[in-house]
């Protein structure tokens, strides 16, 4: 079984900065794609960022790009989503979750394993 604990979430004034971290278990971590996605109060849940397994290829939505940077550190089984020029509208619990294969894809249904989530808000 495969557990995905996210940290880092907070409050922050709009402007600020916040990184967020998922720590994964299990020993293929760096096979699979990783996700970033989000979810506000009486929305549905989006997609933010993505990276690719093996070769770290990136992608993101277009209200993340230029601001959020995703990366992974596969020796410590770890994603990161550096959060930066944070908006008001930011304001959502962030989910990580794990690809079923090492391919990109923003929708939530190509990922089988999900963390608790981390609220992030942002004060405008």
């Known amino acids: 079984q495969v557990q995905l604990v996210e940290s880092g979430g907070g409050l922050v004034q709009a402007g600020g900065s916040l990184r967020l971290s998922c720590a994964a278990s299990?020993?293929?971590?760096?096979?699979?794609?990783m996700g970033w996605f989000r979810q506000a109060p009486g929305k549905v849940r989006e997609f933010v960022a993505a990276i690719s397994g093996n070769f770290g290829l990136t992608y993101y939505a277009d209200s993340a790009k230029g601001r959020f940077t995703i990366s992974r550190d596969n020796a410590k089984n770890t994603v990161y989503l550096q959060m930066n020029s944070l908006k008001y509208e930011d304001t959502a619990v962030y989910y990580c979750a794990r690809g079923i294969g090492r391919v990109i894809t923003t929708n939530s249904g190509g990922y089988d394993y999900w963390g608790q989530g981390t609220q992030v808000t942002v004060s405008a």
């Open positions: 299990g020993r293929t971590f760096n096979v699979y794609a």
